[in-house]
Structures are given as structure tokens and as C-alpha cells.
């Protein structure tokens, strides 16, 4: 049974890709149902999928020398990131149906945004590394597909290629590791290398460690390769909210909190990793702050919950750091669908020509507010507790300082959320053009995710438990929900986080009055070059292509130097050979 | 029975070269056909047809009795996994640009050279492969070479085109020259010219070593400037973008690679130097890969940019060869060889497409430009099955998974990590991420095809053929069925790599 | 020193020597095609001196013989390129045809 199940949610996607392109675009309402009803199905199967968990394979093939076995293993870690994304995956589908209605190339977006799911899921489920390579892969051809999407855009363009790239180099990093694995294990079985990651040569792990951060922080744009995602936000929304926030971006996650056992006894890795969240969070949370363009705040927060997904994994608390992926999903792509509804219908991104817009846009208004609430972290609702989750594991293992700045990030977040609600839905009222309100297949997707963030933090103690019997090496103790909450209110840490986010929303709601306190006018140089990393990035493009121009000199068309060419190539191999013998 | 089956896969293609074109010729005297060129074309293609199948029996005679030796006279032909891989090759590419080419070359002038040229291309390589002494060798290297030079200059109208064929022809006999200069010293110093009796004779002890390697170094440049190898590829870009589009398909896809294993061949008769060709091998892949990729980046005709990536790709397979040479472990070579395969449905499908395009939107309108990168815009709206054919082929040039050109890298960067060499590893890496510059190429090509808004071109374009349409179809499933099951192509790859190591000694 | 055969080999060399001097800086393309023959002539001795060299000359004339028709086939190939080259450019100059670059 989980052999099928775990075929299906791979399969089904794809099916209904090519049942997509079948139907042509001549019909687009046949493909809007193709695309909805098979990526509801694929998230019925994968909620299916969850009772099957268990760390033995579900499918095995051998495939030959080169290539391993490919297997499947549905376990705990897997299964629930692939309902997630399956899930959100289909809300995202029947987001489309309204926000996509009228495109020309609808074959095309539906295919790539099934594409993906199917890969996505094939890359959780993956207990092959080689193929975890090779659906990563495919993860990144979609998204690129994805975000360049509307292809007249010299920016979404750019900013596809720019996504590719960047994705690409990181993904070199998942092939060398893979590679080294390999070398010395003989194996690609993901299990074989948590078995004996002890036993692999000192460098050969810490090669392989690393290499898997490079992947991962280059996957879940963390620094210091961080600066694509911003950019990637000329996709269309329900792909933002899809890909972007709630499952490319975790692939990255996903790996560390895979391999955190082998790797946790590298020296210096889970300080690495620590750091590169904490950073990660830090920058992107100061440059949500003064961000114009409603998707890069949106962003820009993706890359902040992101980093303390990643500094949990450093702290050792994997059980936190997937909790609050759970939880981000749900809120992250409420927030990414509500600003779609709401770029849809004032149709512009730029946060200063919004205003007062909560008045006519009041279902939009309601759910994004919830969504913001559970980002920054309100009790009741799923941010809350997985955040706090986060903290408590941060103050327990990692530096007091880092938490510290941690816990500041906590009330930026605050601080830069609410700017955000406030610039779109309250504020000044603007003169703009039709304002209409979501149509009602994107409040299906709204509503249920808003209902889901009051509701999947009930979720923890199936998600710990899930975890601790699925993941052998991971050492995962048992806990329940109760356990998990009543730790949550008793610890004051919690009373100290909700105290400075409240002093950050004191902060933003006294500048909307007019008070001008911590002004972020100083910080937009350091923002708009992505704290330097944009001068590196376009660095590197233009060297690449300086160099490209002298090489082409070479080529200069002329018979002579032509010949020359030949002479001199045979007089150094010669030199060489005569050299080395 | 044997010997038959297999010289009938190299005479068929060579009697039927003059056959066509004298159906083309016989009775007429005006410079094009008329109604001839059809004749011409459905003859063109059932010799191919034919010609498959001697392969198919030779290949199952392979498979189950190994390689086979064949004399005729005093002329040996040598039958084994290399040249059945390559023989393939030739065969299935030939077929695929016969079948376009019945559209794409109709009511040019000389179209019955044209086909008659390929023929004798084809047969031509596929003795190449087969020969088993070193001057058979260069007669075949050279008879390929001569078709191709009047090939490449076929649009004898194109001033550019000219040109191009004039380079090529210059360059090509530099090399050719150089390669006879080789043989030359290797039959000084061991008084005969057959591949298994040199290899015998050269570890005896009249044999001058360093006059070994100075023939080596010939063989390597000589053969080496049809390999394209950097600085010896200046004729390239010139040559395969100026071709007709059937012809750059098969200089990329096949004669690069049969020049290749020309040089191996030749190679691997000095025996006890593997070490040394297989790092000059993997520094050349290094040079070629990088130099490949870096001018790409700066094309604006979209088959010069396609004839660049060409030197890329071979760059991969020269590193796999380099890595088996140095190593004396085949799977090296067993992915050079699949990726050699793949390249050549790869770029044989994108120089197709291409063409496809080049057809509807230029040559139907009477024009013989070259197709550049802006005229690509909106291709989709009209082309939809060329333009989902041209991404298929750039985005497996790019080895993007679940294509056919991840698979073959995949076993190349296999085999380099496992020599657990660390210059080996580095150049893996370096591969690695040229590969993902190489994206940065190909990528924005797919997106300019998928505009909305179309460019010039692609307003006045005429619709494909069916027989256009079909070549690219069934390319297009290769590359995609070979990327989900890269296994199989091992029935081939596997003999033919394990049959390379032990031509060089291991 | 001065034995027949090495007088062989220094004219090889010689012919050798010139025809790479002469395609380094040869302008005209006829030309370009005369020094290549020149080239080829180079070969063709080399191989009969092999042939002399390591006993076999039987092998050594064949293959001269055999260079001798296959390089005029070359040669007859390039200059009706040349020819044509002639026709669309107008000149034989080198680096007035070299159109294409980059």
C-alpha cells in the first residue's frame, strides 16, 4: 500500500501535466479543472501517505552500477513535508483558477506548477541520492520556468536566470557531496550515510557537510545566497505562495534536517549552520523594513522564518525547526495569496500607492491580518508556538547572544509586519482604479488557510511522534502536545518574546501616527545592495561576460592566425610531452 | 556471411552516393531537378534504410561472440563495440537528416550533390570506424573530410559560405598533414602499418620512445583539429553555422566524434603512454569545455551559439575519455561514449529544430540568412511542437534532469570522483559548474521562444512539413525516454568503453 | 653525414619548414593551396623514406602512392572553392574574406 501511495503522489502530478498540455490552451476551463482535480487528488493521497509512515522502503529497484537503487522512504520527515506541499500545493492550483483566468499561456503554467509538485514530492520521498539530485533538479527547472513566466519582462527574465544560477551553484554542492558519499560508501542509500557517517575519513565528512549547507542555503536562499528570492518575485503569486514560500524554499531545510546526524559532529557545521540562519534572519528582516514592493516584504520574511528554521536545525532542534515549517507554510501562503488578491485586483506591487483598501477588500483584509498575526508570532495561532519553540531551543543550545539577536529579529518582525498591513489596508486612501473584491476560488484557498493557522499547531504531538518512531538516527525524544505547551507558557523566554514584539508593534504603530521613530532611510543603501551581495552577484555576471569579450578576440576569423593556433598547440604538446616523460 | 554483413553496412551508403546522383543528373541539363528531386530524395532515404540492416545483424553478431576481424586481402577491418556505437551513430543520425532534408534542401540547386555527399559521408565514416591499419585509417579520416568540405560550402551562392568551407578545408588538411607526418615515423621505426601489429612492435627494443611521443603528439593535433579541440576548433563556429542545417547536424553530432575516435584509434597503438593522453586529454576537455561555454555566451546567430556549446560537449566526453585513459577504469569512458550518443540526438535535434525554424520563417520566404536570437520571440504561438522540440534539446544540453544529458554527465562525474584523485575532483567540480553556466545560455533561448509578443520573422512564417515534424518527434522521445531510462544504451556503451581500455593497455 | 638518407630527411624537413612558414604568412589563397602541396609533397617523401628506413619500402611507396591521389583530390576540391571564392568576393586576399569573426 504505501508502495502505491507513494507512486501515486509522484505520478498523479504528472499526470495531470501532461493532461494539461493535452487539453490545450484552446480550453482553458478543461484545464483548469486537469490542474485541480489532480492536485487535490495528490493531496488527498499524501495525507493518505501519512498513516503509512515508517522508515522502511517503500519501493526498491536496482538500477544499475552507476545509478543505485532508487527507493522511496516514506518516513516521518518525508511524508510531512510532502502533505504539506501537496496541500498547499492544491490551494495554490484552485488560488490560479481565478488569478490566472485570461492568460494566454495556461498549458504552460499549469504544467510547470504540477511539474514541480510531483518532483517536489519525489525529492522528499527520495531515499537515493542521486535522485534527491535529480528531483532538486527539476524543482529548479520549474521554478525558472516559473518565475520567468511572463516572458515579455526583461526583469522576470533576468530574474529566472538569475534564480537558475544561483540554485544551480548550490546544487553543484549537493552533487559533490553526493559524489564523495558515494566514493566512500559505495552507496547512494540516504540510510547507508547516516549509518556510517562515522565512519567516513574526517575530510570526507566535513566536505560532504558543507558541501549539503552550500545546497541548502542556496536552496532556501539564505545567506550568503540570498539575493534570487527578492528578485523571484515576478512569478505570479499563487506560484510565489507555492514554490517560494511554502516548498522549494523548505528543500533546503529538508536537507539539513536530514542529514543533521551525520553531520552534527563536524567541527564548526552547526555553528555554521546557526549562523548562517541567524544572519540570514537578521538581514532580512531589516531590509523587509523598508521594502516598497509588497511581494519583497513578503519575501524578505520568507528569507527571515526561513533562517530560524535554519538556526533551530544549528541549535540541534529539528522537531522546532519542522514545526515551524508546518506553520509557515499555512501562514506564509495565506499572506503570499492574500497579496495576490490584492495585486490582482489594485494591480500594482508598490506598497505606496495602496491605501485604506481594508475597506473594500474586507474578507482579503481579515485573512491577511490573521496571517500576519500568526508570522509574527500571537498566541494563539500556529506562529506563536512553533516560533517560541524555535526560541526555547535557541536559548537552551546555542550562544546567548545569538539568541538575543534572535529575539530581536522576533520584534522586527513585528515591526515590519505591521508597516505592511497598515500601507495596504489602512492608511491614506489613494485614488486608483477598480478595486474588486477575491474571487471565489481564491477565498476557498484563503479561507482554509486562514482556518489552518488557528489550527495546525494542534498538529504537534502526531508531528513529533511521526518524527521520533519514522527517524532512526535522529535521536528524537517523544513529546506531547500538552508537554509542548504547558513547557511553552511556563518559560519566560515566551514572556520575553511576546514583550518585544509588542514593543515592536508599539514602534511601527507610533511612526503610522506620524511619530518618526527608528527611521530606515539610512538602511536603504545597505538594502538595496542586498548588504553587499548584489555588488558580488553582478560582479561575477559581468566578469564572466569581460572575459567572454577578450576570449572572442581570439577567434578572429583570419586563416593565418588560424594555423597558428595549430602550430603552437602542437609545439606545447610536444613540450609537455617531452617535459613529463 | 559476417564479412557481407558488415562491409554491406559501409557499401551501401557508398554505392548508392553515385546512384543517386545519377538519377539526379541522368538526361537533364538544367541546374535543378524538377520533378527529379523527388526521386532523388525517396532513393536518398532507402539507402539508409537499407543500410540498417547489415548494423542490426552485425550488432547481435557482436553481442554474442565479441569482436570480430575481418580481411580482405591485405586490408584488415576490425569490428568491434567503438564501431558499432559509432557505426549507430552515423546510421541513426544519417537517417534522421535524410528524412529532414527531403523538405529543407527541396529546389536548391545541387540538391542531388547534396544527398550524394552525405552518402558518401556516411559510408566514409563508417569505415573509419572499422579500420584496423593506420593508414586505411587516414584514407577514410580523409575521404570524410573531402565530403564534408563541399558540404559545409554547399550554398555556393553564400560569400560567407565560401568562406567557411575554404577555412575548414585549410585547417583540415594542416591536420591531416600532420597526422601523415605521424604515421610516417611510426612506420620508421617499426616497418609496418597495422594497429595490432604496431602496438606489438613498439615495446620492442629498436623503437626510439621520445619518437613515439613526437608521433603521438601528431596524432593527437593532427586528428585533433576535427575534433575541434581549443585552439585547433577556429574553424567551427564558421563551418557549423554556415552548413545547411542537416549538415551542421551531422558535423556536430557525428564528425567531431568520429574524428575523435580516429585520434583514439590511432593513439592507442602507441602503447605505454595512456597516462600521458589521458591527462592531456582531460587539460584540453578543461580547455575546450570552459572556452566552449564563455564564447557562447556572446552570440547573437543562434547556430554559431549552437556550434559553440558543440565544443563544449566534446569537452565533456574528451575529460570522461581522460579519465578512463588515466585511470584504466571503463566507466569513464562508458559515459563519454553514452554522452557522446546523447550529444549527438542532442544538438542533432536542436540544429533540426532550428532548421525547422530556419525552414518555415526564412528559406520559405526565399531567404538564405542566418536565423539570429531575437527572430526566436514568440516562436511557440506559431511553431509549438518545434519550439517544445528546440527546449527539450537546449534544456538536455544544459543536463538538466529528466533529460538525457544529465544521465551522461552524471556517469562521467561518477567516474571522476571515484579515481579519489583531488586535481580530478576539482576538474569534476569545475565540469560541474560550466555545466550550470551553460544554463545561462540555453535558458534565456527557451524563454525568448515562449513571448507573447513575435518577433518579424515569426509574423511571416510558413508552417513544417509533416516529414520535418516527424524527425524532430521522434528525437525529441529519445532524448526524454533516455533520460528517465539511461540504462539502456549499457548493451552498447559498456562493450564499446571496456573495449577502449583494452586497446590502451589496461 | 651527408648519406642519401639523410639527405632525404633534411629535404623533408626543409619542405616542412617552408610549407608551415608559408601558411603562417601566405596571403593569396591560391597560394594557401600551393603551400599545402608543398606540404603534401613533404609527406609523401617522408613516407617512401620510412618505408626505406625500417625495411618495408614496399608499404612506403604504396602509401605515397596512395597520399599522392587522395591529396590531389584535396587540392583539386580547394581550388574550385577558391574559384568560387573568387567569383562572390572579387579577390583571393585572405583578410578580405575573412568575414566572419567572433
Redesign the interface.
Given at each position: 500500500m504505501p508502495g502505491i501511495l507513494v507512486t501515486l503522489v509522484i505520478v498523479l502530478p504528472w499526470l495531470g501535466a501532461m493532461a494539461v498540455w493535452v487539453a490545450r490552451n484552446e480550453r482553458p476551463q478543461l484545464q483548469h479543472t486537469f490542474a485541480v482535480g489532480f492536485s487535490v487528488l495528490t493531496a488527498i493521497t499524501s495525507l493518505m501517505l501519512l498513516k503509512f509512515a515508517s522508515s522502511e522502503p517503500a519501493i526498491h529497484l536496482a538500477l544499475g552500477k552507476a545509478f543505485g537503487d532508487l527507493t522511496f522512504v516514506p518516513d516521518g520527515l518525508a511524508v510531512s513535508l510532502t502533505s504539506i506541499a501537496a496541500v498547499v500545493g492544491s490551494l495554490a492550483v484552485i488560488f490560479s483558477v481565478d488569478y490566472m483566468r485570461g492568460d494566454q499561456q495556461l498549458g504552460r503554467y499549469y504544467f510547470l506548477v504540477l511539474f514541480f509538485i510531483g518532483a517536489m514530492t519525489g525529492l522528499l520521498l527520495s531515499g537515493n541520492l542521486l535522485f534527491t539530485f535529480f528531483f532538486w533538479e527539476i524543482t529548479a527547472l520549474c521554478s525558472y520556468g516559473l518565475i520567468s513566466f511572463y516572458n515579455d519582462d526583461p526583469k522576470a527574465v533576468a530574474a529566472g536566470i538569475k534564480a537558475l544560477i544561483i540554485t544551480q551553484v548550490g546544487g553543484v554542492g549537493l552533487l559533490v557531496g553526493t559524489l564523495i558519499a558515494f566514493t566512500n560508501l559505495g552507496s547512494f542509500q540516504i540510510s547507508d550515510l547516516l549509518a556510517k557517517a562515522t565512519s567516513l575519513p574526517a575530510t570526507a565528512l566535513s566536505l560532504i557537510a558543507f558541501s549539503f549547507l552550500i545546497a541548502a542555503a542556496a536552496k532556501s536562499a539564505q545567506f550568503p545566497f540570498h539575493v534570487w528570492l527578492p528578485d523571484a518575485m515576478e512569478a505570479p503569486t499563487p506560484v510565489s505562495a507555492l514554490i517560494h514560500a511554502a516548498t522549494m524554499v523548505n528543500a533546503g531545510i529538508y536537507l539539513l534536517a536530514r542529514f543533521y546526524p551525520a553531520f552534527e559532529s563536524v567541527p564548526a557545521w552547526k555553528t555554521s549552520v546557526l549562523m548562517v540562519g541567524l544572519i540570514s534572519a537578521l538581514i532580512a528582516s531589516l531590509s523587509a523594513l523598508i521594502a516598497t514592493d509588497l511581494k519583497r516584504v513578503l519575501a524578505y520574511s520568507t528569507v527571515s522564518q526561513l533562517g530560524y528554521m535554519v538556526y533551530a536545525i544549528g541549535a540541534g532542534g529539528v522537531v522546532a525547526s519542522q514545526f515551524h515549517l508546518l506553520s509557515h507554510a499555512v501562514f506564509k501562503a495565506l499572506l503570499f495569496l492574500a497579496a495576490g488578491s490584492v495585486i490582482h485586483s489594485v494591480g500594482t506591487r508598490d506598497l505606496r500607492r495602496m491605501g485604506r483598501l481594508g475597506t473594500r477588500m474586507p474578507f482579503v483584509r481579515n485573512v491577511f491580518i490573521v496571517g500576519s498575526l500568526a508570522l509574527v508570532g500571537v498566541p494563539i495561532l500556529n506562529g506563536f508556538w512553533s516560533k517560541e519553540l524555535i526560541l526555547e531551543v535557541g536559548l537552551e543550545h546555542s550562544p546567548i547572544w545569538a539568541y538575543a539577536l534572535m529575539l530581536i529579529g522576533a520584534g522586527l518582525t513585528a515591526f515590519y509586519t505591521y508597516r505592511m498591513v497598515w500601507l495596504v489596508f489602512f492608511g491614506k486612501e489613494r485614488d486608483y482604479l477598480n478595486v474588486h473584491p477575491a474571487g471565489p476560488a481564491m477565498k476557498v484557498s484563503l479561507g482554509l488557510l486562514a482556518a489552518g493557522t488557528f489550527v495546525t499547531w494542534l498538529f504537534f504531538g502526531g508531528l513529533n511522534g511521526l518524527l521520533a518512531s519514522t527517524l532512526p538516527f535522529h535521536g528524537i525524544e517523544h513529546e506531547s502536545l500538552r508537554g509542548m505547551v504547558a513547557s511553552i507558557i511556563a518559560a519566560p523566554t515566551t514572556w520575553f518574546a511576546l514583550l518585544i514584539v509588542a514593543v515592536g508593534f508599539g514602534i511601527s504603530w507610533l511612526r503610522a501616527r506620524g511619530f518618526a521613530l527608528f527611521g530606515g532611510g539610512w538602511l536603504n543603501p545597505f538594502v538595496e545592495s542586498s548588504f553587499g551581495f548584489e555588488f558580488l552577484n553582478r560582479l561575477f555576471v559581468k566578469g564572466t561576460y569581460q572575459v567572454a569579450e577578450w576570449l572572442s578576440l581570439t577567434q578572429t576569423g583570419e586563416l593565418n592566425w588560424n594555423i597558428l593556433g595549430i602550430v603552437s598547440a602542437l609545439l606545447v604538446v610536444l613540450i609537455a610531452l617531452w617535459l613529463g616523460a | 556471411m559476417n564479412l557481407l554483413n558488415f562491409t554491406g553496412l559501409i557499401t551501401i551508403p557508398l554505392i548508392s552516393s553515385p546512384i543517386v546522383y545519377l538519377a539526379g543528373r541522368l538526361g537533364t541539363r538544367e541546374a535543378t531537378l524538377h520533378g527529379r528531386s523527388y526521386l532523388v530524395r525517396v532513393l536518398a532515404f532507402l539507402a539508409v534504410l537499407a543500410a540498417w540492416m547489415p548494423f542490426i545483424i552485425s550488432v547481435q553478431t557482436l553481442l554474442r561472440s565479441g569482436a570480430q576481424e575481418f580481411n580482405i586481402s591485405t586490408i584488415r577491418l576490425h569490428v568491434d563495440g567503438i564501431s558499432l556505437l559509432m557505426a549507430g551513430c552515423v546510421l541513426m543520425l544519417g537517417t534522421l537528416v535524410i528524412l529532414f532534408s527531403g523538405s529543407y534542401m527541396s529546389g536548391e540547386v545541387g540538391e542531388e550533390k547534396y544527398y550524394a555527399m552525405l552518402l558518401a559521408m556516411m559510408g566514409l565514416m563508417i569505415g573509419l570506424v572499422s579500420a584496423g591499419d593506420l593508414f586505411n585509417l587516414w584514407v577514410w579520416f580523409e575521404g570524410m573530410a573531402v565530403s564534408s568540405y563541399l558540404l559545409v560550402a554547399f550554398y555556393r551562392e553564400q560569400a560567407a559560405s565560401l568562406e567557411a568551407g575554404m577555412k575548414y578545408l585549410v585547417q583540415s588538411a594542416t591536420g591531416s598533414v600532420l597526422v601523415l607526418i605521424g604515421i610516417a615515423m611510426v612506420l620508421a621505426q617499426t616497418g609496418t602499418l597495422d594497429m595490432a601489429a604496431i602496438a606489438e612492435a613498439i615495446s620492442g627494443p629498436s623503437v626510439n620512445r621520445f619518437a613515439m611521443l613526437g608521433a603521438g603528439a601528431l596524432f593527437l593535433i593532427g586528428f585533433g583539429v576535427k575534433v575541434a579541440l581549443v585552439p585547433l576548433h577556429t574553424w567551427l563556429p564558421d563551418a557549423h553555422s554556415q552548413a545547411p542545417s542537416g549538415i551542421s547536424a551531422m558535423l556536430s553530432g557525428v564528425v567531431i566524434e568520429i574524428g575523435l575516435i580516429a585520434m583514439l584509434r590511432a593513439l592507442a597503438v602507441l602503447t605505454g603512454f595512456a597516462l600521458s593522453w589521458g591527462i592531456l586529454l582531460m587539460a584540453f576537455g578543461a580547455l575546450n569545455i570552459l572556452y566552449g561555454n564563455l564564447l557562447a555566451l556572446r552570440q547573437t546567430v543562434v547556430k554559431r551559439l549552437l556550434a559553440y556549446s558543440s565544443l563544449s560537449h566534446i569537452g565533456y566526453i574528451l575529460i570522461g575519455i581522460g579519465i578512463a585513459l588515466y585511470s584504466g577504469v571503463s566507466l569513464g569512458a562508458q559515459g563519454a561514449f553514452f554522452h557522446l550518443f546523447n550529444h549527438m540526438l542532442m544538438k542533432g535535434l536542436a540544429f533540426l529544430a532550428v532548421g525547422a525554424l530556419m525552414y518555415g520563417m526564412l528559406l520559405k520566404n526565399g531567404s538564405h540568412a542566418s536565423l539570429k536570437i531575437n527572430d526566436l520571440a514568440g516562436v511557440a504561438q506559431r511553431y509549438p511542437i518545434v519550439a517544445l522540440a528546440l527546449s527539450i534539446a537546449l534544456l538536455a544540453l544544459g543536463g538538466m534532469p529528466p533529460l538525457a544529458g544529465f544521465m551522461s554527465k552524471w556517469q562521467i562525474f561518477v567516474a571522476g570522483f571515484q579515481t579519489q584523485n583531488t586535481w580530478i575532483i576539482i576538474l569534476m567540480i569545475f565540469m560541474a559548474l560550466n555545466s550550470v553556466l551553460s544554463l545561462g545560455y540555453y535558458a534565456p533561448l527557451v524563454n525568448i521562444m515562449y513571448r507573447e509578443q513575435p518577433s518579424q520573422q515569426v509574423l511571416i512564417g510558413k508552417p513544417v512539413t509533416w516529414t520535418i515534424t516527424l524527425a524532430l518527434v521522434l528525437m525529441t522521445l529519445l532524448v526524454i525516454v533516455l533520460g528517465f531510462a539511461p540504462g539502456l544504451m549499457d548493451w552498447i556503451t559498456i562493450p564499446a568503453s571496456q573495449r577502449l581500455i583494452q586497446l590502451f593497455g589496461y | 653525414m651527408f648519406t642519401p638518407l639523410n639527405i632525404i630527411l633534411f629535404g623533408v624537413i626543409a619542405l616542412?619548414g617552408v610549407?608551415?612558414y608559408g601558411?603562417?604568412?601566405?596571403?593569396n589563397?591560391i597560394k594557401?593551396?600551393l603551400v599545402?602541396q608543398i606540404?603534401?609533397k613533404?609527406?609523401i617523401l617522408?613516407?617512401i623514406?620510412?618505408?626505406k628506413?625500417?625495411?618495408?619500402l614496399g608499404?612506403?611507396q604504396s602509401?605515397a602512392a596512395?597520399?599522392i591521389v587522395?591529396?590531389t583530390?584535396?587540392a583539386v576540391?580547394?581550388l574550385a572553392?577558391?574559384v568560387?571564392?573568387r567569383r562572390?568576393?572579387g579577390t583571393l586576399d585572405?583578410?578580405k574574406?575573412?568575414?566572419?569573426?567572433?
Open positions: - | - | 616542412l610549407g608551415f601558411l603562417l604568412i601566405t596571403r589563397l594557401v593551396v599545402l606540404l603534401i613533404a609527406v617522408a613516407l623514406l620510412a618505408g628506413m625500417s625495411g618495408n608499404l612506403g602509401t596512395t597520399v587522395a591529396d583530390i584535396v576540391v580547394g572553392l577558391g568560387q571564392v562572390r568576393f585572405v583578410p574574406i575573412s568575414t566572419l569573426r567572433g
